[in-house]
Each structure stands twice: as C-alpha cells, then as structure tokens.
C-alpha cells in the first residue's frame, strides 16, 4: 500500500456510458471495497443510443441522451463507490470511435500517464460493437506510445456473434462477485434509457431486461505471460 493509503490505481475505460457497470460493476465494487484507488473514463458520450436504436433524433434529443446517461452513470458508480471525482468524461462521437483513434489515443496516454495504474481495464477485440473494438485498440496504443508495461484485464459485454468466452483463444479468469451483486443490481437498475420508455415514441424499451449481467462471477480475458 502506498503512502496514500491506496493499494493502487486502477482505470477503467468504458466506451460508453453504462459499459463498465454492465461488463465489471461487481469487480470495480471489489476493487474500491479493497483499497484500489479506480478511476472510470468513458470515451464516448453515447448520445446516439436512440438515433441508432430506434431512429429516435427528439425527445429525446441526442444530447438530451448523452445527459440521460450521464446521470445514470454517475448515480451507478456512486452506488458502487466510486468517487465522483474519479469519473472522467472525454466526450468523443458515439458509433464513430475508430475514426477518433488518434485524438482518443492522446487523451489516454496523458490519462495513464498522470494516474500511473498498476492495472487497466476495458473491452476487448472480440466485442461486437465497434466502438468496443476500438477501445481496446486505442487503449493499447496508447499504452504503446506512453512506453507503459501495465497489465489489461479485458472485461466482457457482449462478444460478436454470440461467441461464448470458453470459446477464445486467450486466458479467461472468472472473478467471485457474489458479495458485490446487490450492489451491481442497483447500479444496473440506474440505466433506464435501456430499461425505461423515455420517449412517447417508444412501445417497448430498448432491453427488456439486464439480467445475462447480474451472475454471480464476472469474466475478464488476461493477457498471456
């Protein structure tokens, strides 16, 4: 433990907002619970949830989206524990993050190197969104270009085609979270963009439910070595 009292820093990047409690919200409660100092940076401002979804572009409005989410996520990592100050936002363009790589990529190399982890979190290659993918890809340049070593445990939202973690050609490490999970199920709950009808246009919510993300263990790909 260092001279702060902290075990450590540990920074997640999430491409949007919501994506860190859904992937790893039992873990992040883990982590704070047992001294870690964690930071939570989402990439993106996810404002086009309705655009995209249900072809919804007013009420609510893509930036009234973005704030929508921005509360929720805030209130989830609150009920998590994590500090509001330890909660970034870095407002990039959702569904087009890979076209964003280089500025992304600069704001993560001055984010790592200033917290200085000792472990870093986010999606993976295998995911099927695309600002997923290219999270990681950013988050792995820009360790690159900072010249850091520093563990990635990549936390799992939804693989493409369905593909189940066992099925991988890398090192799956499954996390007990079960002490946590009473925690995660209220932060989830927080997402009623997902789960609520917020537009009178809408009949049905966009999820119907969040429970394939309320287990009591969560996975994480490792690196090898």
């Given at each position: 433990?260092?001279?702060?009292?902290s075990?450590?820093?540990?920074?997640?990047?999430?491409?949007?907002?919501?994506?860190?409690t859904l992937?790893?919200g039992?873990?992040?409660?883990?982590?704070?619970?047992?001294?870690?100092?964690?930071?939570?940076?989402?990439?993106?401002?996810?404002?086009?949830?309705?655009?995209?979804?249900?072809?919804?572009?007013?009420?609510?409005?893509?930036?009234?989206v973005?704030?929508?989410r921005r509360?929720?996520?805030?209130?989830?990592?609150k009920?998590?524990?994590?500090?509001?100050e330890?909660?970034?936002?870095?407002?990039?363009?959702?569904?087009?993050?890979?076209?964003q790589?280089?500025?992304?990529?600069?704001?993560?190399?001055q984010?790592?190197?200033e917290?200085?982890?000792?472990?870093i979190?986010?999606t993976?290659?295998?995911?099927g969104?695309?600002?997923?993918?290219?999270?990681?890809?950013?988050?792995?340049?820009?360790?690159?270009?900072?010249?850091?070593?520093?563990p990635?445990?990549?936390?799992?939202?939804?693989?493409?085609?369905?593909i189940?973690?066992?099925?991988?050609?890398?090192?799956?490490?499954?996390?007990?979270?079960?002490?946590?999970?009473?925690?995660k199920?209220?932060?989830?709950?927080?997402?009623?963009?997902?789960?609520g009808?917020?537009?009178?246009?809408?009949t049905?919510?966009?999820?119907?439910?969040?429970?394939e993300?309320l287990?009591?263990?969560?996975r994480?790909?490792?690196?090898?070595?």
């Amino acid at each position: 433990m260092n001279s702060s009292g902290s075990k450590g820093t540990i920074v997640l990047f999430a491409p949007h907002p919501d994506d860190e409690t859904l992937g790893c919200g039992g873990y992040l409660a883990k982590k704070i619970d047992e001294g870690y100092d964690v930071f939570v940076v989402v990439l993106t401002m996810g404002e086009k949830l309705f655009s995209v979804m249900l072809n919804i572009v007013e009420a609510p409005s893509p930036l009234e989206v973005c704030a929508i989410r921005r509360d929720e996520t805030r209130r989830a990592m609150k009920i998590l524990g994590l500090k509001p100050e330890n909660l970034l936002f870095l407002d990039f363009e959702d569904a087009l993050l890979e076209r964003q790589k280089d500025g992304a990529i600069a704001k993560v190399v001055q984010i790592l190197q200033e917290k200085k982890p000792v472990e870093i979190m986010c999606t993976s290659q295998y995911e099927g969104h695309p600002d997923h993918v290219a999270a990681y890809w950013i988050v792995l340049g820009a360790c690159e270009k900072a010249g850091m070593k520093i563990p990635i445990r990549r936390y799992i939202t939804s693989l493409k085609d369905g593909i189940p973690p066992d099925r991988l050609p890398e090192l799956i490490e499954s996390v007990e979270i079960t002490k946590y999970l009473p925690l995660k199920k209220q932060a989830v709950a927080q997402f009623q963009a997902h789960l609520g009808i917020l537009s009178k246009k809408q009949t049905v919510p966009i999820a119907a439910n969040f429970d394939e993300y309320l287990k009591p263990e969560e996975r994480f790909i490792l690196q090898r070595g």
